[in-house]
């Protein structure tokens, strides 16, 4: 007989241990590829944004320090110190040789107050809804002095 017998476990115990293991590695690793799909979707979104801003704020920047800006067939040119220039297409915009790789669309002009569809413009509304929903940028300048004075009692 023995006497000085081994405390240890089963074969059917460690196989029971390994296949929980094994379910609770893969549930795990199943909640980890949940959490980066969000994370990549949330750092998409921020991405979007960011470049909409940066674009909204340098569309003000130049239109706040033109002199005259102009509207025909999906092109703005600015003109101030330096001419630049915005085409706007389905899938992307360009400013002077920058591609910006935003889906804007122009959906309306302004000039005094009035909606225009050609010609000088002093405002202008942009629809992002294709990047994000119910996305706007509505951009407008000043008119100086000497527009006034060469628009001919205008």
Request: hydrophobic share 40%; net charge negative; aromatic share 12%.
């Amino acid at each position: 007989m023995q006497k000085n017998k081994v405390q240890s476990f089963t074969l059917s115990e460690l196989l029971v241990v390994m296949i929980i293991t094994v379910i609770v590695v893969g549930i795990a690793f199943t909640v980890l590829e949940l959490v980066q799909k969000q994370i990549h979707g949330i750092r998409k979104n921020f991405d979007k944004t960011t470049e909409l801003n940066l674009f909204e704020q340098r569309l003000w920047q130049d239109f706040n320090s033109c002199n005259n800006v102009n509207y025909l067939q999906h092109k703005i040119q600015l003109n101030g110190q330096d001419t630049v220039y915005y085409s706007f297409n389905e899938t992307y915009s360009i400013r002077n040789t920058d591609t910006i790789t935003l889906q804007l669309n122009i959906e309306k002009l302004y000039f005094r107050g009035k909606t225009v569809n050609v010609g000088t413009i002093d405002a202008l509304l942009i629809s992002a809804e294709k990047e994000i929903p119910d996305y706007h940028i509505f951009v407008s300048g000043e008119n100086d002095a000497a527009y006034f004075i060469n628009q001919d009692g205008f």
